[in-house]
């Protein structure tokens, strides 16, 4: 990969993770202050609002689907490492990017899937939060597993990582 080129990727990639802490933590505390205040409403005013629990379920999909996609940026999600550490460091790094790849190619078949089911959502619209039909709120699963599929893609086919990663 040309040096120019692979210093653009990274300065994607960091504004990436830049922009996906910011999110993570505006959704931690935005969903943490609504919370509060329906448990405030509910046992101090006998009231409350109805859109309330659903939002905080869509908001913890959306932490969900946007957790995982940092994970996946930090090359800090789940590994199931079997050989790679009986494995010489060069064989290790090979393993490494076919398991990227295939995990790339997982991630693109679960887009498939999830834009189906955010058109079968579309489909028979039955329910709304905050005047927003709900598979507005479900388009998280297909953009997020997209993302995930095009960083498995880099890690497979870019430059080592030897150095920067973390053990899981």
């Known amino acids: ?21 910011t999110a993570l933590a505006l959704l931690v505390s935005g969903m943490v202050l609504l919370a509060a205040a329906q448990i405030l409403l509910r046992n101090f005013f006998q009231t409350g609002f109805l859109w ?8 913890l ?18 590994v199931i490492d079997l050989v790679g550490h009986f494995c010489p460091p060069r064989l290790r790094a090979g ?5 990227a790849l295939f995990a790339a190619l997982i991630c693109g078949l679960l ?6 089911f955010c058109l079968f959502q579309k489909e028979i619209e039955t329910d709304r939060i905050l005047r927003a039909p709900v598979w507005v709120y479900y ?15 880099f890690q497979a086919i ?4 030897a150095g920067k990663e973390r053990l899981s």
């Open 1 to 21: 990969m040309p040096p120019r080129l692979l210093r653009l990727a990274r300065r994607v990639s960091d504004i990436a993770a830049a922009a996906e802490t």
């Open 52 to 59: 309330a629990e659903p939002l905080l379920g869509m908001g």
């Open 61 to 78: 999909l959306w932490l969900t689907m946007l957790g995982a996609l940092a994970a996946t940026g930090a090359r800090r999600h789940i």
């Open 95 to 99: 393993i490494k990017r076919v398991t």
């Open 111 to 116: 887009v498939s899937a999830a834009v189906r």
């Open 139 to 153: 388009l998280v699963i297909p953009v997020a597993f997209g993302l995930m599929a095009l960083r498995f893609l």
């Open 158 to 161: 870019g430059p080592s990582e």
